[in-house]
Structures are given as structure tokens and as C-alpha cells.
């Protein structure tokens, strides 16, 4: 029976999102690891809009079946008012919160001449000030305990994303606010880390989404970041990155605070620490003059190429 063994037994886990795709899923197995957990959606569309509470209640419902403590909480976490709400259902309704997993997002696909303030307002709503807002409200609760987990739903899309602007700008946020509160909490037990998941099946896996990558790929520009997906690696599900969402949440893994981490399917990676790739110091500072003597761009930018030249849109 869940619940009665688990690495996460006694635990209390609030999952934002957690009524489908990869929310649901990393609820899952937060539920068969022993917590307790606060299943949030509000129900909505993947680009916002909408409201459908028994989205929520029929994930709960479902958990609880396999033999979970499960609350339902459906406050749309789109800053600090429904964080602030949701934080409150877990203490009230189970005593405590231990682990924060935010898992709610919203895309509006479109380019960064395309994108409308109101697309930006409403994805930086869910995507970072409810993060944002959750990780305020708990802390509180965390600083007592001296003990608690945040995990952060990042994304690919946060290293440059054509077509989708909003989105990828709203989730490379979230890995500075995962690195921030890393350093603000650390001291007194508690751990913060980004996870930059791929997957299938998931909210975010839209039409308009996949079509943003296919158009970036046909133009010779790599969809997300540096890569390009391997056409023979298997479909990503939500399970796997549920796996190691859950997994940042136990002891397995308490080296790690204030650090990301990417999973597609069968790959898993940490990212690095932002470095600088190549210094160069001038006396004095630097002036026009001194940034163009040939030595300095052949160091700076030596090996350096525009990879985002690529052909144009026929629509261009």
C-alpha cells in the first residue's frame, strides 16, 4: 500500500500542474514513495485561459486509489495570492510541507515580434511569479524545520528557442531564481534545483510548440540550444522525468542545491556552473579602440559563428 514504506515517507509535497502529463506523473510516484501530497491545478489550457477544477479532483481521486493521502487544491498559481493559498491547504490539511515541486506552465508560442505584452505578462505569471510566490510562502515553513526541497520546472527552451519567446525567456528566469533561492536558503537546510526536462505527453507539447522546433530545424537553426535531437532515441515520457524529480527530492541526492539538471528519455546530465568560456583584461579598462585591435576579437571570438544565420522563411 503507498504510503507505508518510501524514501519520502512522512513527507508533504505540494506539485503545481499535478493534474496531468508530468505533474500527475511525478505525483505518482511521490504518492508510491510514501508522501502525502497536494495535487494543484487549476485546470486550464496550455496557453492559459479556461478552468476545469475537476481536472484536480479526478487526479486526486485517481491517487488515492492507489492508496495515497491526497488533497485536491485547485488556486491558480499565477503569483503569490494562489501560492500563498496552496501553501496554507498543505499545512492545514496535513500538518506541514516539506517538498514545493513546481510543475505549472504555460506557452504562447510566437517570436519576439509576434509576442504581445499580454502573451509575456500572463506566461511570466505562471511560469516564474508563481514559482517565485511557492518558494516565498514555504520558506517560512522550511526556515523552522531547517529542512525542505524546492524543485523547479526549467526547460530547454530557456537556452534560446525560436518562435518562442515568452516561454523560453519566463523558464531561463526560473534557473535564476532557482540559484538565488539556493543561496538564500541553503544555510538553514534547504535545497533548490532546476530540472530542464523533454517529454512527451506532457501540457506543453502543443501543435504550435512542435511546430515552432520543426520550423527552427527547416530553417538549419537548432531547435533548443546546441543540439540536435537523435532521431533514434525513444519517445520521453512524464514517468522519466517524474523519476528524477523525485529523486532531487531525497537524500540520493542532497549534494545537490542550486544546480539544474536536463533529462530527455534515456539521458541525463547536470549542466555546468556559468563560466567564462574566454577572459581578456585590458589596463585601464576598456575603450572602443582597445576592443578593436585584431588581437582581441581573434581571442575573443576566435572559432566564434552566427549559428542563428540560417535561411530565411518564406513569410520573411
Not at 245 to 269: H, M
Request: charged share 15%; proline share 6%.
Amino acid at each position: 500500500m503507498a504510503g507505508s514504506v518510501g524514501r519520502l515517507a512522512g513527507k508533504v509535497a505540494v506539485v503545481t500542474g499535478a493534474g496531468r502529463g508530468i505533474g500527475f506523473a511525478i505525483a505518482s510516484l511521490l504518492v508510491r514513495e510514501g508522501a502525502k501530497v497536494v495535487v494543484n491545478d487549476l485546470g486550464g489550457g496550455p496557453g492559459g485561459g479556461g478552468r476545469d477544477e475537476g481536472v484536480a479532483m479526478r487526479a486526486a481521486e485517481a491517487l488515492r486509489a492507489e492508496g495515497g493521502e491526497v488533497l485536491a487544491e485547485t488556486s491558480s498559481i499565477d503569483g503569490f495570492e494562489g501560492a500563498a493559498r496552496l501553501v496554507e491547504a498543505a499545512v492545514s490539511g496535513f500538518g506541514r510541507i516539506d517538498l514545493v515541486l513546481n510543475n505549472a506552465g504555460i506557452a504562447r508560442p510566437g517570436g519576439i515580434a509576434e509576442m504581445t505584452q499580454a502573451d509575456l505578462d500572463v506566461v511570466l505569471a505562471v511560469n516564474l511569479k508563481g514559482y517565485a510566490g511557492m518558494i516565498h510562502h514555504a520558506a517560512p515553513h522550511f526556515l523552522r524545520q531547517k529542512a525542505g526541497v524546492v524543485v523547479n520546472m526549467a526547460s530547454p527552451s530557456g537556452f534560446g528557442h525560436r518562435g518562442n519567446t515568452a516561454y523560453a525567456a519566463a523558464k531561463e528566469a526560473v534557473v535564476g531564481l532557482t540559484r538565488s533561492a539556493a543561496r538564500d536558503l541553503g544555510p538553514f537546510g534547504v535545497r533548490c534545483n532546476a530540472l530542464r526536462p523533454m517529454a512527451g505527453g506532457s501540457q506543453m507539447s502543443t501543435p504550435a510548440m512542435i511546430e515552432s522546433l520543426a520550423t527552427s530545424a527547416r530553417l538549419g537553426i537548432p531547435p533548443l540550444w546546441n543540439r540536435w535531437p537523435s532521431p533514434d532515441s525513444p519517445p520521453p515520457g512524464p514517468e522519466q522525468v517524474a523519476a528524477v524529480a523525485v529523486w532531487l527530492c531525497t537524500a540520493g541526492a542532497a549534494a545537490a542545491n542550486g544546480r539544474e539538471f536536463y533529462v530527455a528519455g534515456q539521458e541525463l546530465g547536470l549542466m555546468p556552473e556559468p563560466e567564462l568560456q574566454r577572459a581578456s583584461f585590458e589596463p585601464g579598462g576598456w575603450t572602443l579602440d582597445a576592443l578593436d585591435r585584431p588581437s582581441v576579437a581573434a581571442y575573443l571570438l576566435g572559432g566564434v559563428r552566427n549559428a542563428f544565420a540560417g535561411t530565411q522563411p518564406a513569410s520573411a
